[in-house]
């Protein structure tokens, strides 16, 4: 997002990761579910974390998270859905960019993480994660979106490539 402060390489050698999940709230529906809703794709505090409500017609909820963690749950939907290789092709682009990641928020106020490529077949709109990673970009898809084969993760980054990188 245009003035987005993107972390860079801490002074520990760690890679930087951020995370900015978004919501918006129409009149027709309740705040607290859609709080809700965003929690199952990415666990957070309201009182600890950085929630950001803007008010307005159309009300809009924002959470910014930093580091890998807040994306483990989210990395163990995607394998126990069986939906790597859609997150994977859904989260890198062709060139190898990070691509914000849209959920199903009728799913998501449910429990369940659905991703949608068209935001048309998600009625009350989407959830939206932008994911920030000051390193290789594709070494953060094989971590959390490995490629599979017969349905098995292959070449899957570890914890240690993805903060520290390949070497």
Not at 4 to 13: A, C, F, N, T
Not at 33 to 61: N, R, Y
Not at 114 to 135: C, M
């Amino acid at each position: 997002m245009p003035g987005e402060e993107v972390p860079r390489l801490g002074s520990d050698g760690k890679f930087s990761i951020r995370l900015i999940l978004e919501a918006e709230v129409y009149p027709t529906e309740d705040e607290k579910k859609v709080i809700q809703a965003m929690k199952t794709i990415v666990p957070f505090s309201e009182e600890l974390d950085d929630v950001e409500i803007q008010e307005g017609e159309i009300k809009v909820i924002r959470v910014t998270k930093d580091g890998y963690e807040p994306l483990s749950k989210l990395r163990n939907s995607f394998r126990s859905n069986r939906i790597l290789d859609t997150a994977r092709s859904l989260l890198i682009s062709k060139r190898g960019d990070i691509r914000p990641l849209r959920f199903h928020k009728q799913a998501a106020i449910v429990g369940r993480v659905s991703l949608v490529d068209n935001e048309e077949f998600s009625p009350l709109g989407v959830i939206v994660l932008r994911i920030y990673y000051d390193g290789d970009p594709l070494v953060l898809a094989d971590w959390l979106t490995p490629r599979t084969e017969r349905g098995k993760p292959v070449n899957e980054a570890t914890l240690q490539d993805l903060l520290y990188g390949r070497g």
